[in-house]
Each structure stands twice: as structure tokens, then as C-alpha cells.
């Protein structure tokens, strides 16, 4: 396992600097020269030529790119630009909010959507079986800005369920009174094509010869779904839930800015309008490198769940 581990990692290290070539590449030829940015349209070549010194992108590209990989390895990408707050503090203090509403969401959804997936596929074929497909379809055809917008309207403003927006100061507060509904948005935008996913993963294990083996020795429907089938469905559903964790954090940013959390996804919408590029470097370079984590993760659960799983 020790072994395994480490070779993971160590095949890690191309990818990652293939991500820092790339986001190098995009931010120094692409995203335009910062010094005109930070400037102002006010500003005369004596101050462009300064803020290019401080900023050291006065250096040949080789030595920009080793500052930008030593500020990678250091987790100091320096000050935000916009608010002169440390890029790594930013990071932390927008974490907490996003984790809150990210964890609560993730084990409900993943829970409810296992759940109603294997109810659905015991009366596979049947009207139920059609009609939770349809609504289904349906919930996936209607954009998350109708439900924030109707959930916002009705249960926040008109029966005062909850806030319309804000963040406290306290972990208890924000987790049942502030992110309670963002988390409630989020699973009925995403229960449905988790549904549909898990539904498919299900009923692939329903056709195979051990469960039919099970039901020629008499065991009963209900356990073999919830324990012979669940075990094996698992697999690909531990493989979707894990390669979503990341885009969670980053696609959550209409909720967060909608509810005023001051969290990543938020935090990136803030900075991409203020060309704060330290920040969105950052965040670029720390959330492809949790994909990864999160990909060598999704590894050891499956041998987790299934010991007969060999890892290579």
C-alpha cells in the first residue's frame, strides 16, 4: 500500500508541472501584462517599470517561472492584489464557509440519491420507475439560477423559513441557519442526475450472475440490493462522488454569491472581476492539485470497500 502510494505521488509530479506551465503560459502571455493593470490608466512608464520590478516580471521568463513554482512550493503567492491581504490567508479564511455548506451537501446527496436509486431500481420497469425518471429529466432541464431565485422568493422572503443571505460569525449558526437553504438548493439540483446515475450503476449489478445465484438460493430482493449489489455499485459511485468534490468547491459560486458566503467559489467570481491574479493563480494551481489527491483517494476507498480490488 506504502508503495503504491508513493508511486502515485511521484507520477503526480508531471501533471502538476504540466498545470504550471500552463496556468504560467496563460497568466504571462495571455492574461496581459499585470504592471498596466495595477497601474492604472493614470499611470506613467516610471510607475509601469516600478510595479514590474517589484512584481519581478522584468526577470527573463525562466526566472519568473521558478519564482512562480517556489511560491507554489512555499504556499506564498505573495498579496492579493485588490486587497493587499495575503493570498494564503484568503484561501484559509474562505475555505471554512465553503467546507460548511460542501460536506453537509455532499453526504446528503450522495446518502439520498443511493437510497432513492436503489427504491427506484426494486421496482424497475414499473410507473413509479417511469415517473421518478420523468421528474428527473425534468429537474435537470430547469436552470439552478430558477431555484435559487424561487427557493430565495418563497422560503426565505415569504414564509421567513430562512435568511435571504448572510454569513455569522459562529460554526453552529451558519451550518443550520445560514447554509441551510444554499444546502437545500444544491440537493434539488443535484439529486436528480446523481439519481439517474446511480439508478444505471444499480441496475448494471442487477444482471449480473451472482445476483441471479442469489435469488436461485432464495435470498431475499431487499437484501440483495442493500448488500450485494450496493457493494459492488460502490465502486463507480465513490469514482463520481470523489471527482465532484473538487468542482464543488469552484462551481458552488452562484450560491455563495446569491447568499453573500464568503467562500471559494465566491471568492473566485471576486477576483476574476477585480484581475486579481495571485489569488485566481492560486486557486487554479491548489484545486488541481486536490483533484489529484482526491483521484489517488477514490483509489484506496475502492480497495476499502472491495478488498479484492488490486492496486497497480
Given at each position: 500500500m506504502t508503495a503504491y502510494i508513493l508511486r502515485r505521488l511521484w507520477q503526480m509530479?508531471?501533471?502538476m508541472l504540466g498545470v504550471i506551465v500552463l496556468v504560467f503560459f496563460l497568466f504571462n502571455w495571455v492574461g496581459g501584462d499585470p504592471?498596466?493593470?495595477?497601474?492604472?490608466?493614470?499611470?506613467n512608464p516610471q510607475q509601469i517599470a516600478n510595479i514590474r520590478t517589484q512584481l519581478g516580471i522584468d526577470q527573463p521568463y525562466y526566472i519568473q517561472l521558478w519564482i512562480f513554482i517556489k511560491q507554489i512550493v512555499t504556499f506564498n503567492f505573495g498579496n492579493s492584489w485588490s486587497t493587499?491581504?495575503?493570498?494564503?490567508n484568503v484561501i484559509m479564511t474562505r475555505l471554512g464557509p465553503s467546507m460548511t455548506v460542501l460536506i453537509p451537501l455532499t453526504i446528503l446527496e450522495t446518502l439520498i440519491a443511493v437510497a432513492l436509486a436503489l427504491a427506484v431500481a426494486f421496482v424497475r420497469g414499473s410507473k413509479v420507475d417511469r415517473a421518478v425518471m420523468v421528474a428527473c429529466t425534468v429537474g435537470m432541464s430547469v436552470s439552478i439560477l430558477v431555484y435559487i431565485i424561487l427557493f430565495q422568493y418563497w422560503f426565505a422572503y415569504k414564509l421567513s423559513l430562512f435568511?435571504?443571505?448572510?454569513?455569522?460569525?459562529?460554526?453552529?449558526?451558519n451550518l443550520f441557519h445560514y447554509s441551510a437553504l444554499p444546502i437545500l438548493i444544491m440537493?434539488?439540483?443535484?439529486?436528480?442526475?446523481s439519481l439517474r446515475l446511480y439508478r444505471t450503476f444499480v441496475l448494471d449489478e442487477v444482471n449480473q450472475d451472482y445476483v441471479r445465484t442469489a435469488r436461485a438460493k432464495g435470498v431475499k430482493e431487499r437484501r440483495i440490493l442493500w448488500v450485494h449489489v450496493?457493494?459492488?455499485?460502490?465502486?463507480p459511485i465513490i469514482t463520481n462522488v470523489m471527482?465532484?468534490?473538487?468542482?464543488l468547491l469552484i462551481g458552488a459560486f452562484l450560491i455563495e454569491r446569491f447568499f453573500s458566503i464568503p467562500g471559494i467559489g465566491r471568492e473566485v467570481i471576486l477576483a476574476v472581476e477585480r484581475s486579481d491574479f495571485p489569488v485566481i493563480k492560486?486557486?487554479?494551481?491548489?484545486?488541481?492539485?486536490a483533484t489529484m489527491i482526491f483521484n489517488l483517494l477514490t483509489d484506496l476507498l475502492y480497495q476499502a470497500v472491495d478488498p479484492r480490488v488490486q492496486l497497480k
Open positions: 509530479l508531471p501533471t504592471a498596466y493593470i495595477l497601474a492604472g490608466k493614470m499611470s493587499g491581504e495575503s493570498v494564503a435568511p435571504v443571505q448572510g454569513w455569522g460569525n459562529s460554526f453552529w449558526e440537493l434539488a439540483v443535484s439529486i436528480a442526475p450496493l457493494r459492488n455499485a460502490a465502486i471527482s465532484n468534490l473538487p468542482a492560486a486557486i487554479t494551481i491548489y484545486v488541481a492539485a
